[in-house]
């Protein structure tokens, strides 16, 4: 866990906790519930706003049969947790009014339930088509209320019938996290390489692999060896991460932001993990950066070789995310639900073919993003309304091999700050899809 001086952040958590705190939705119950079995003891520090809580901290209690997931997978903080026995569970107790579930999904993840102070118990299914994912958001509980409250996870051991497993794994927790996560794989349309890079074989070790429309391939990694092979991406945000591959055949490579200095990134590891975070940057101010990745060519002395891979990239944004199955989101027509087939926000997504069908999100802010898929399977039209007042045509065709999953299809910002609706419509009369998978609403 990132800790403040513990002084200070006991003296947070006891005036915090002295507020009480009324119930909120995304499950919130009643504030502090007062200790019980498995609790931190009374003089607990507890995690509080902006931290991140890894799985093997001391607040974060497992109760029933819990192993140490898959070594090769590139957890935060190095490691895992994970069950798949009716029963079992894990709690933390902390002071905030929301908290991200850190996770994994896949083809043998099974289904939990999650609730905040024994209140409304939601039912999560991890299921996803694409091979396993880790360190992904899997559930953002928002509306508690101020105060101490205590998230508990429940393995249920049970599975829908398309899985082939019912894993359940916890990695960490982010209190009160202010920003949202966007996941680009190396597929995405704006993430420019140059001519060296290739297309890994790996096939079923990469973030978004295992699934695709033949006669179309998995998305994989793309990964080098030559020095001075680049990988760019402009993008807008607070933070960005790189992920990619650590191992004994993995060599240097450096990394830039807005041309700035470089960091070197040594990328040897005695075993292979795949998909670790190998770069974060946060901190930045909120606008358009670029990340510049450059192969060395070179290599740690322990090391077999210089290979550098790009797997995926996860994009940090200040603001709150409203899922597409929110009730904020509103549809009309025919829309197809919790679809699972690739790498979504929190796991499923809303698609329509429908010419005419619309989706409409109803949020108070001053800035909002649709975030959405362009790729050659998902290529319909769609006709873009703020608050009844058309804005544009969306295109978003993408021609194979380029898919871009969880983009910012469009962004709206300056607006008065009060109630206000996007609304999306299906406009193509080809049958061609159209991706409606959250919405981002910004400070």
């Known amino acids: ?45 507890l995690p509080t706003a902006g931290m991140r809580v890894e799985e093997s901290d001391p ?24 069950a798949n026995t009716s029963g079992a569970t894990v709690s933390i107790s902390f002071v905030g009014t929301s908290i991200r579930w850190i996770g994994s999904r896949g083809r043998a993840m099974g289904i939990a ?8 118990v939601r039912t999560v299914d991890l299921f996803a088509r694409p091979a396993d994912e880790v360190h992904t958001p899997i559930v953002t509980l928002y509306d508690l209320g101020p105060g101490q409250h205590k998230l508990t996870i429940t393995v249920t051991g049970t599975q829908n019938g398309q899985a082939e497993g019912n894993v359940v794994v916890v990695d960490a927790f982010d209190i009160q996290p202010d920003f949202t996560v966007s996941h ?37 990694a793309q990964e080098t060896q030559k020095a001075g092979e680049t990988m760019s991406v402009p993008f807008r945000g607070t933070g ?4 990619g591959y650590r191992g004994p055949d993995a060599g240097i490579a450096d990394v830039q932001i807005d041309g700035g200095a470089a960091t070197q990134v040594d ?80 796991g499923v997504t809303s698609t329509s073919n429908q010419t005419g069908a619309t989706a409409t999100f109803s949020f108070t802010g001053t800035s909002v993003s649709w975030i959405g898929c362009e790729k050659g399977s ?32 469009f962004r709206a910002d300056g607006l008065t700050n009060g109630p206000h609706t996007l609304m999306i419509k299906v406009v193509n009369i080809d049958g061609s899809y159209v991706v409606v998978d959250a919405f981002d609403v910004h400070p």
């Open 1 to 45: 866990m990132r800790y403040m001086p513990r002084a200070l952040l006991f003296l947070v958590a006891v005036l915090l906790a002295s507020c009480g705190g009324g119930g909120g939705g995304g499950g919130g119950g009643a504030g502090d519930p007062g200790p019980g079995p498995g609790d931190p003891s009374p003089s607990a520090v």
């Open 59 to 82: 607040t974060v209690t497992f109760t029933g049969t819990w192993t140490k997931a898959d070594t090769s997978k590139g957890w935060s903080g190095g490691s895992a947790m994970q």
């Open 113 to 120: 339930q999650v609730s905040v102070d024994s209140g409304v």
């Open 184 to 220: 680009w794989q190396d597929t995405n349309p704006d993430l420019k390489f140059s001519s060296g890079w290739t297309k890994s074989s790996e096939q079923f070790a990469w973030s978004g692999s295992g699934v695709s429309n033949l006669p179309e391939l998995p998305v994989t």
């Open 240 to 243: 960005i991460s790189w992920i």
């Open 267 to 346: 990328l040897y590891a005695p075993s292979a993990t795949f998909q670790p975070v190998v770069f974060t940057k946060t901190g930045m101010t909120d606008g358009n950066h670029t990340l510049t990745i450059t192969a060395t060519g070179t290599k740690n002395a322990s090391s077999s070789a210089a290979r550098v891979v790009v797997d995926a990239l996860d994009v940090m944004t200040p603001g709150r995310r409203y899922e597409d199955y929110d009730p904020s989101v509103s549809y009309v027509g025919m829309w197809t639900h919790d679809n699972n087939a690739r790498v979504w926000s929190e």
């Open 378 to 409: 998902a290529a319909g039209v769609a006709d873009i309304y703020l608050d009844g007042v058309f804005q544009k045509e969306q295109k978003l065709f993408q021609q194979y091999p380029i898919e871009g999953y969880q983009m910012t299809i």
